[in-house]
């Protein structure tokens, strides 16, 4: 029997942001819950520091330079939304560019159902390329009907954006239903923002029960509940716009944080002066010079996973009461992380560092074909071939990802960064011990012992470039990033 796949995605969460991963100021109890009953990953490297890529890689199991998807505001390779493309409502479902994982299952027996963000297409492009999750053809009401067929998904159910104002999609019109004086104050500014300097910071008008983390959980549920869910195998996406900024918990929420403690950041300011010259030298003002900053940010960052894990607890009972547990593969994670006050900065970057690339993994198989690796790195571009195989479904040559049914040792995880500017790209590689960076157009370097220095503080290239461990993961690097490089991914056509 094939199983089941719920892939449970946040957006922006750090590693250390759970309970079962060692913060004692989180409330996280049903995704403790789930580690215990399956695992708690503690080496579990994105393929980029931002949204879109790192995404992207997720479904394709490929690095950046082999989907393209290089930085945010570039599409998945897709030949439905192109410019040339007929009319969307005359238009029949096209294969992608690159299988997605969806689309593979989809073609192999799965219900694929979407539920809350993907982000596989920008949301400022120009209207004319049709793009579903674009923001202005939200706004005109063009999509209000629309449910899919995309990228595999045979039904899509969406969020776009994050926090209040900006929050669109079938959630926003489901909000304007069901609470149209709410849906419409989001649209007045918000008058009461605690701290100067941090505009993204504030108590969210959105109550918890009409939350979009509510309504996320919700709207999975429903079909974890439902008779469809028995038919055949499904795979569903349930992702969540949060915890990424803005940092807008329900007021209640914040509330009642605001008497919790908080885990402090482990590094400081003062950890960027041995950092390579792409790095700041400082960090934000806002957080340096206001001493609350820190611990509102985290606390109520706090606040907002608690309302995740709410939501994941609803959906794991809905597996169990309607006799789905027991075939249901379960995995959390997130996209990426979030600076939370580490070196006196916040959000994100195209920098590598733990606090951006290193995100929660909770993997519960009831298959038992995969084990996870003691200390060595897992890559997000291994989830495609490793939920193929337990799918059954044959995996396509030419991906980057390594699947976890194999018994691979030496497993190493890659890092393609295009960053914001032309000194900002690297590369990066991680091996059970360190993260080593090259910066090409500078010819800087750091590594860090996650032994010793999890949250990287002392750059030790210096003495490590001496070693015969820095041969080997440079050489690795190379050549694992000349292999991934494959610029045909968004061809179009034979000329």
Same mark, same amino acid.
């Given at each position: 029997?094939?199983?089941?796949?719920?892939?449970?995605?946040?957006?922006?969460?750090?590693?250390?942001?759970?309970?079962?991963?060692?913060?004692?100021?989180?409330?996280?109890?049903?995704?403790?819950?789930?580690?215990?009953?399956?695992?708690?990953?503690?080496?579990?490297?994105?393929?980029?520091?931002?949204?879109?890529?790192?995404?992207?890689?997720?479904?394709?199991?490929?690095?950046?330079?082999?989907?393209?998807?290089?930085?945010?505001?570039?599409?998945?390779?897709?030949?439905?939304?192109?410019?040339?493309?007929?009319?969307?409502?005359?238009?029949?479902?096209?294969?992608?560019?690159?299988?997605?994982?969806?689309?593979?299952?989809?073609?192999?027996?799965?219900?694929?159902?979407?539920?809350?963000?993907?982000?596989?297409?920008?949301?400022?492009?120009?209207?004319?390329?049709?793009?579903?999750?674009?923001?202005?053809?939200?706004?005109?009401?063009?999509?209000?009907?629309?449910?899919?067929?995309?990228?595999?998904?045979?039904?899509?159910?969406?969020?776009?954006?994050?926090?209040? /104002?900006?929050?669109?999609?079938?959630?926003?019109?489901?909000? &304007?239903?069901? @609470?149209?004086?709410? %849906?419409?104050? *989001?649209? !007045?500014?918000?008058?009461?923002?605690?701290?100067?300097?941090?505009?993204?910071?504030?108590?969210?008008?959105?109550?918890?029960?009409?939350?979009?983390?509510?309504?996320?959980?919700?709207?999975?549920?429903?079909?974890?509940?439902?008779?469809?869910?028995?038919?055949?195998?499904?795979?569903?996406?349930?992702?969540?716009?949060?915890?990424?900024?803005?940092?807008?918990?329900?007021?209640?929420?914040?509330?009642?944080?605001?008497?919790?403690?908080?885990?402090?950041?482990?590094?400081?300011?003062?950890?960027?002066?041995?950092?390579?010259?792409?790095?700041?030298?400082?960090?934000?003002?806002?957080?340096?010079?206001?001493?609350?900053?820190?611990?509102?940010?985290?606390?109520?960052?706090? /606040?907002?996973?608690?309302?995740?894990?709410?939501?994941?607890? &609803?959906?794991? @009972?809905?597996?169990? %009461?309607?006799? *789905?547990? !027991?075939?249901?593969?379960?995995?959390?994670?997130?996209?990426?992380?979030?600076?939370?006050?580490?070196?006196?900065?916040?959000?994100?970057?195209?920098?590598?560092?733990?606090?951006?690339?290193?995100?929660?993994?909770?993997?519960?198989?009831?298959?038992?074909?995969?084990?996870?690796?003691?200390?060595?790195?897992?890559?997000?571009?291994?989830?495609?071939?490793?939920?193929?195989?337990?799918?059954?479904?044959?995996?396509?040559?030419?991906?980057?990802?390594?699947?976890?049914?194999?018994?691979?040792?030496?497993?190493?995880?890659?890092?393609?960064?295009?960053?914001?500017?032309?000194?900002?790209?690297?590369?990066?590689?991680?091996?059970?011990?360190?993260?080593?960076?090259?910066?090409?157009?500078?010819?800087?370097?750091?590594?860090?012992?996650?032994?010793?220095?999890?949250?990287?503080?002392?750059?030790?290239?210096?003495?490590?470039?001496?070693?015969?461990?820095?041969?080997?993961?440079?050489?690795?690097?190379?050549?694992?990033?000349?292999?991934?490089?494959?610029?045909?991914?968004?061809?179009?056509?034979?000329?």
């Amino acid at each position: 029997m094939k199983p089941n796949i719920l892939w449970i995605c946040t957006d922006q969460q750090r590693f250390d942001s759970l309970g079962c991963n060692g913060n004692s100021h989180a409330v996280t109890p049903h995704l403790d819950a789930l580690a215990a009953e399956g695992e708690s990953f503690d080496r579990f490297i994105t393929a980029h520091p931002v949204c879109m890529p790192s995404r992207a890689s997720f479904f394709t199991g490929s690095l950046p330079s082999r989907h393209g998807v290089y930085s945010n505001g570039v599409p998945l390779a897709n030949r439905a939304y192109v410019p040339a493309a007929p009319a969307r409502e005359h238009t029949p479902p096209r294969e992608s560019h690159i299988k997605t994982l969806p689309e593979l299952l989809s073609k192999n027996g799965y219900h694929t159902r979407s539920v809350g963000k993907l982000h596989l297409t920008p949301t400022q492009a120009s209207p004319e390329l049709q793009h579903p999750e674009n923001h202005w053809l939200w706004l005109e009401g063009q999509f209000d009907d629309w449910h899919g067929p995309y990228y595999g998904f045979d039904r899509v159910d969406m969020t776009l954006h994050h926090g209040e /104002a900006g929050m669109y999609g079938h959630y926003r019109n489901w909000l &304007r239903e069901q @609470a149209p004086e709410i %849906e419409a104050s *989001l649209s !007045e500014p918000v008058t009461e923002r605690p701290l100067p300097g941090i505009p993204d910071l504030y108590k969210s008008r959105i109550p918890s029960e009409l939350h979009h983390s509510t309504w996320v959980g919700n709207q999975a549920v429903s079909f974890l509940e439902s008779e469809e869910a028995k038919e055949k195998p499904f795979f569903v996406w349930m992702s969540f716009p949060d915890p990424h900024h803005p940092f807008t918990p329900p007021a209640t929420l914040a509330d009642e944080f605001e008497s919790h403690g908080y885990m402090e950041p482990a590094s400081t300011e003062a950890d960027l002066a041995d950092k390579p010259s792409a790095w700041p030298k400082e960090g934000m003002s806002a957080v340096t010079q206001n001493p609350e900053a820190i611990p509102k940010i985290r606390r109520y960052t706090d /606040a907002q996973i608690h309302l995740i894990d709410q939501a994941v607890g &609803r959906a794991v @009972a809905a597996l169990k %009461e309607n006799g *789905l547990w !027991e075939n249901t593969v379960i995995l959390y994670t997130s996209d990426h992380g979030d600076f939370l006050g580490d070196y006196g900065m916040l959000r994100k970057c195209g920098l590598p560092c733990n606090a951006l690339n290193r995100v929660p993994f909770l993997f519960r198989d009831p298959t038992g074909q995969v084990q996870l690796p003691q200390r060595e790195p897992v890559s997000g571009v291994d989830l495609f071939p490793t939920l193929l195989d337990l799918a059954g479904v044959e995996v396509p040559h030419g991906i980057d990802g390594k699947s976890l049914v194999e018994n691979i040792s030496g497993r190493r995880a890659l890092i393609q960064s295009s960053g914001t500017a032309d000194q900002n790209r690297n590369l990066t590689i991680y091996d059970a011990k360190y993260r080593l960076t090259w910066f090409p157009q500078t010819d800087e370097w750091e590594v860090y012992d996650h032994d010793v220095d999890p949250y990287e503080r002392k750059n030790i290239f210096e003495d490590f470039r001496k070693s015969d461990a820095f041969v080997q993961l440079k050489t690795e690097m190379l050549e694992r990033h000349a292999r991934a490089i494959d610029p045909q991914s968004g061809r179009l056509s034979c000329w």
